[in-house]
């Protein structure tokens, strides 16, 4: 645990109350890796680059080379008759030899106002030259790239903050040409070819590029900001949880979401103290859960329960427990547990279940026509071991310890309920226990997770709020 309790202190979980209103629900934080994992998993490599190599590169080349022959550039050298026409028509010619997307970039921007995404390729290409000359292909590469930029815009009907796309655009300053393989200088015209071609690439490629390519970024970026900006729903038991994200903050080199939404709670159970906001640290994704999330969906998953014991014609293990404690009660044949509503504490470094729990003693089935013995009734208190698997936060319990006793009727006289204790705690653990982590095995939602396929997190438990934590170095996301 101490590791964990660490974690806390590092992170600077606990530093600061959340901006916005009301209390918050949960609260995210997104390193730029990991923003840069979901839109590489999201990219479609093949749609990129088949966009690249159908770019109009011949015909733009070809355009530019005809409105360049009689303007100069070719100029001065000594061709024959229309040889410049016979180069422009015979040259081109421009095949797209081989593309490559290269690792792309997530950026915060200086002023930590947006996002900038960029996606950058090379390209390489053969472009054939006329058979009079000496030179029959030259081979170019060109590194290119597209930007998209994420600004927080404020909603102004709803008054949330949200992700926008800004205009996809190319940064002319980082198109390079590069020739691959030296040409003869004495080869003049080729070389005139060459820097032409150079020249058209490089004022040409990026308005060609925001033409072809922005639409696909566009849209790839975009469908991350629908899964980010999307309503987390659960259904669970009838009952139907959903939150939405309220505001978004780009801060301490991080994109942090806080959920808002409504939550059903128990009739009589107060809301907890605000979510404390957390501070993403060294980790590539960490959240903060409310107690009044995680409560309302533990009592959801878990409502009253009734358990019951013995009575299948053998005598049950506890019957000589309780003869030995209780001898009046020597013939008890069967235990049914009712449990109450459960209710929930975080505090930093511990998770605590409490559940009321009546137990009534009988001497054949409980359908039958006595009634009970007597009826026990008991606070039971538990740990909680938090996990993640599937994307849901998973308790399980674990050392029972009865809180209070006491004996609410008795057909067998009066006595001091104190004495069942330990059977009682025993009793629990055997049985009740195992029985309730199966039902709890089902798992909390947790906002997110699933659909970022993450299914590796450390979670420990602070001061009204669970936190998980994805490190760097942990199970790659597969979303």
Do not use: W
Request: proline share 6%.
């Amino acid at each position: 645990m101490l590791p964990f309790l660490c974690l806390l202190v590092l992170c600077g979980l606990l530093a600061q109350n959340a901006q916005g209103n009301g209390s918050p629900l949960a609260i995210a934080n997104f390193s730029p890796e990991m923003l840069h994992q979901l839109i590489s998993q999201r990219m479609n490599s093949q749609d990129f680059t088949d966009h690249l190599q159908r770019l109009p590169l011949e015909g733009v080349i070809k355009n530019g080379m005809r409105q360049s022959s009689g303007g100069g550039f070719l100029s001065g050298i000594p061709l024959l008759g229309g040889l410049v026409n016979k180069v422009v028509v015979g040259l081109l010619g421009v095949k797209i030899k081989k593309v490559s997307l290269l690792e792309l970039d997530v950026k915060l921007d200086k002023d930590e106002t947006r996002l900038i995404i960029t996606i950058p390729a090379d390209i390489e290409l053969e472009v054939k030259c006329p058979l009079h000359l000496a030179v029959k292909l030259v081979h170019l590469k060109l590194y290119l790239d597209v930007q998209v930029g994420v600004r927080l815009v404020k909603d102004p009907y709803t008054g949330h903050i949200k992700l926008t796309i800004e205009n996809c655009q190319n940064n002319p300053g980082h198109l390079r040409v590069t020739v691959l393989e030296n040409v003869n200088p004495l080869f003049q015209l080729v070389n005139k070819v060459v820097r032409l071609v150079t020249d058209i690439v490089e004022k040409t490629v990026p308005h060609l590029l925001q033409k072809e390519l922005c639409p696909l970024a566009n849209g790839l970026v975009q469908s991350v900001l629908d899964l980010l900006q999307g309503s987390f729903t659960s259904q669970m038991h009838n009952e139907r949880f959903q939150l939405t994200p309220e505001s978004f903050r780009l801060h301490d080199g991080s994109l942090q979401m806080v959920y808002g939404g409504n939550v059903p709670m128990p009739e009589g159970h107060s809301i907890s103290a605000p979510l404390p906001s957390v501070s993403r640290g060294d980790s590539r994704l960490n959240m903060a859960l409310s107690h009044n999330y995680v409560a309302s969906m533990l009592e959801t998953l878990l409502p009253a329960q009734t358990l019951t014991l013995g009575s299948q014609g053998k005598d049950p293990p506890f019957r000589q427990e309780i003869a030995a404690v209780l001898p009046r009660a020597h013939d008890v044949q069967a235990l049914q547990i009712r449990t109450g509503t459960l209710s929930l504490s975080l505090a930093v470094g511990r998770i605590q279940v409490r559940l009321p729990i009546e137990i009534r003693a009988y001497r054949e089935n409980p359908v039958g026509a006595y009634g009970p013995l007597f009826v026990i009734r008991i606070n039971l208190v538990l740990l909680a071991h938090p996990s993640v698997s599937g994307g849901k936060l998973i308790l399980s319990l674990h050392t029972p310890s009865i809180e209070s006793i006491s004996l609410l009727s008795s057909s067998i006289g009066n006595f001091d309920a104190q004495h069942l204790t330990g059977m009682l705690t025993r009793v629990m653990s055997t049985y009740l226990v195992p029985y309730v982590n199966r039902i709890l095995a089902e798992g909390i939602p947790i906002p997110l997770v699933h659909n970022l396929g993450v299914d590796s997190m450390q979670v420990v438990a602070g001061k009204d709020a669970l936190f998980l934590v994805v490190q760097r170095g942990m199970a790659p996301v597969s979303a």
